[in-house]
């Protein structure tokens, strides 16, 4: 595996780490197995997701997660991570609750549909509350001084719509330019382009996933935010030597041989299953060559880059464990 | 291990099918929609049907091997050199402001069209509300129906996070925007709002307050003005997107869901099948996007045995790689069929077509026609 620089000194100094992607890419898998990293050997970590999917919920298998903090899974070494489903009405209520005093009507209005109208009305509104909250909680601390979190990690919107998302400054441009949301929104532009937020993005070797990553990045760049690592997610094991690929790919696999040598091994195949044997061998030798065309490209993007590789039975609770060991071993911490 | 066979979804018949005028894809994203769609046009079309492909937001080189260069929001033929269909092909891509400005423009007086276009909220609208993209789709889709110059309408669905915001997006737009609070709000004297504030009682004056102060009394102002020019004209965004919804379960319409064989995806599936049930809305069947069956019918255990045997022994290396790749990709099959049938057991009664995958992108018609071919299970 060619690995570029892994992990960063200066990534490791980085508390939000925002986890971006194209859908289909993995994302929340790669959010969660990121935090438990960061939770390995004794930290606290929050997990916060912000789309209303329950998509943490279901990760780890467990009920949907109500508005409040919960303890979803030990880290090894002591640390543990803990997970918020940021809902946006819950956001807006528990804002307007700061500075004015609804009390039951709070309720009442979320029953008739105030809340929602309000988050609709002003498009921006919802991200501005979505990313208030994570703010608040990076920057939370205990009555010791020290932070109640070590490290936050976003699972956010896909790579289309990020930018958007966390440039703040453009979505206060629909709502009111004096008064409390101006001043928590201030806050949230200063947090989310300093040196304390990273923003990572989750690709596949494929033409599309990778094309994502670079225009992400390059939007990234344009608006100020900080491009973390590239995570290639479900990388599969090259089997054929990388001098016999091109002529694989070619159709050039020796079928003669292929019989002899499974022959060799004990197997008495049908002529069409040694020929099954051949094509599959052709399409993953395509299949290496698209993939090493998608590393170049990424390699454009000249950032640190980690891969993880594809788990055949699927993705449980177990396999994030894994995953989050792995980007230990990369230097995640 | 599993029993329940689903019936096999038959595209062919589907779409040579002159009672098939609409076909919709949907499904999560990343799952191959868009690609799905094109398909379908293209084989209809090969096949001796006058089709339209309406995507929404295609991967450019998907676009491209449909000839469509920009984004203009009119059908145009495919034309690609040595392409000659029986019937014909068209594609177009959606371009959701143009399709709005063209909704106001022709209901609208000249004056009237032009003040509306020129609100700050209108723009607002037209570009970023959530579920104006899939509002506009349906407006799009609606317009290509009704125009009767083709006969089938494919289309594709918008990228959006789950696959259900495409029915209820044009709802909710269309709630918010013919709702009572932004009259309230906006007006509270003329809205003859008293219900409301009733059911509210004290809290809705802070509200008010607290929400004039957030988004500022102008934005309120020109969304108040916005929907009060909008709902004389075309009574209401509400009586609209139920025309749509009345269009999507007219008999000649169907939905294909389209997943990958992944998890998420299938559970988007799921609850997509689940959802046209209940909204009666004519489910036509699910495509298992690109899939990997195996083309050997060799065991992964037993390829591993070899394999090891063979490396042990220090021979046949060619050999050893071979049944090693095979032994990868029986396992990602037998998951996939796994995950499958774990659908088919919660809908045994949904038609379904798997399509393995190509080892490369699709960039041209050659690639659309051979998933084509590989959706019709040839």
Known sequence: ?333 | MNTTRPPLLDVDALIDDPDTRVLVCCGSGGVGKTTTAAALGLRAAERGRRVVVLTIDPARRLAQSLGLRELDNQPRPVQVDGFQPKGELHAMMLDMRRTFDDMVLAHAGRERAEQILANPFYQTVSSSFSGTQEYMAMEKLGQLVAGGEWDLVVVDTPPSRSALDFLDAPQRLSTVLDGRFIRLLSAPARAGGRGIRKIVGTGFSMFTRAVSTIVGGQLLQDASTFVQAFDSMFGGFRERAQKTYDLLRSPGTGFLVVAAAEPDALREASFFVERLGAEKMPLIGLVANRTHPVLAALPATRALAAADGLERAGEAPLATAVLRLHADRAAVADREKRLISRFTRAHPGVALVGVPALPADVHDLDGLREIGRRLAGE
């Not at chain 1, 409040?68 to 002591?78: D, L, Q, V």
């Not at chain 1, 105030?114 to 205990?142: H, M, N, S, Y």
């Open chain 1, 1 to 333: 595996m060619s690995e570029s620089a892994g992990w960063t000194e200066e990534l490791t100094r980085s508390r939000l780490h925002v986890v971006t992607g194209k859908g289909g890419t993995g994302k929340t898998t790669v959010a969660a197995a990121l935090a438990l990293a960061l939770a390995t050997g004794g930290r606290r970590v929050l997990l916060v997701e912000v789309e209303g999917r329950q998509s943490i919920a279901q990760l780890f298998d467990r009920a949907p997660l109500p508005y409040s903090e919960e303890r979803i899974a030990s880290a090894p070494g002591g640390g543990e991570v803990r997970a918020l489903a940021v809902d946006a009405e819950a956001a807006l209520l528990e804002y307007l609750a700061m500075f004015y005093n609804l009390g039951f009507a709070g309720r009442t209005l979320r029953k008739a549909g105030a809340i929602e109208f309000a988050t609709t009305l002003a498009p921006g509104l919802r991200d501005v509350l979505l990313t208030g909250k994570v703010k608040e909680c990076v920057r939370r601390t205990l009555p010791t001084g020290r932070h109640e979190y070590d490290a936050v990690v976003l699972d956010a919107p896909p790579t289309g719509r990020v930018v958007k998302f966390l440039d703040v400054t453009r979505a206060m441009a629909d709502l009111a330019k004096v008064g409390p949301i101006k001043t928590q929104s201030d806050g949230v532009v200063t947090l989310l382009h300093s040196g304390d937020t990273a923003v990572h993005i989750v690709s596949l070797l494929e033409e599309m996933p990778v094309r994502e990553t670079l225009d992400a990045v390059a939007e990234l760049d344009a608006a100020d935010l900080r491009p973390g690592a590239v995570l290639v997610n479900r990388v599969r094991p090259p089997r054929l030597p990388a001098h016999s690929v091109t002529a694989a790919a070619d159709g050039h696999v020796d079928a003669d041989r292929v019989r002899d040598g499974v022959r060799a091994a004990g197997l008495d195949l049908s002529p069409e299953d040694v020929e099954g044997l051949v094509d599959e061998t052709v399409e993953h030798a395509i299949r290496l060559q698209m993939e090493q065309r998608a590393k170049d490209k990424l390699a454009e993007a000249d950032l640190p880059t980690l891969e993880l590789p594809e788990l055949a039975d699927g993705v449980d609770v177990g396999a994030l464990y894994e995953l989050a060991e792995l980007l230990v071993e990369r230097g995640v911490r």
